[in-house]
């Protein structure tokens, strides 16, 4: 069985196929990046797979998230050693960041499932918040009153329990630009929440 960024590619080249054969009327796709070839693994995989759906022809929406909100809280990822120190350390504490969270990406794709004649043809980058690492950390402490924990690690050991396609995705952060405007996601889902709003939420962070 091929795991990994080429099982990726093989799985989501096979699905395509089947949509194809079935005459599927609309795929709503989940990709991530920016759209362009980046050199980073799991952004350009994705573009392999939405450049063949597009080969073959098929009716496809593309959703391109970048970061959830809930990195920031989810203990398999955890976010004490990823988001709040690996994360700044190799992309900048002060560069923006493009935050979405996981239930606003849902409600979007239920949009876009139910309007196939508005959303057909649609590559969205979807981001509801620009907030920094180091700006994130200052509105945790409004909202829950305290800053976020931190947990130093060397990167090096990072990448033996996760892998190197995230600390790459970090610096390639650091130093391209991504000019992404909010305004075109709230014309979506006016009801989008940033991150203050989201960590207003939360029960027990």
Known sequence: MITGLDGEIMQGRNVADMAKEANVQHVVYGSSGLGVPTGVGSWDSKLMVQTHMEALGLPLTVLRPMAFMELMTDKAFFPPVSTWYVMPTLMGADRPVLWLCVDDL????????????????????????????????????????????????????????????????????RTNNYNVDPAETYKILPTALTVRDWLSGLRNP
Request: net charge positive; with cysteine.
């Open 106 to 173: 849902g409600a979007i794709a239920a949009k876009a499932f139910g309007e196939p004649e508005r959303f057909i043809g649609a590559d969205l980058k979807l981001v509801a918040d620009i907030e920094s690492n180091a700006q994130c950390r200052v509105i945790w402490r409004e909202v829950i009153g305290r800053f976020p924990r931190r947990f130093p690690i060397p990167t090096w050991m990072f990448e033996r329990f996760v892998s190197t396609d995230l600390t790459n995705m970090w610096h390639w952060l």
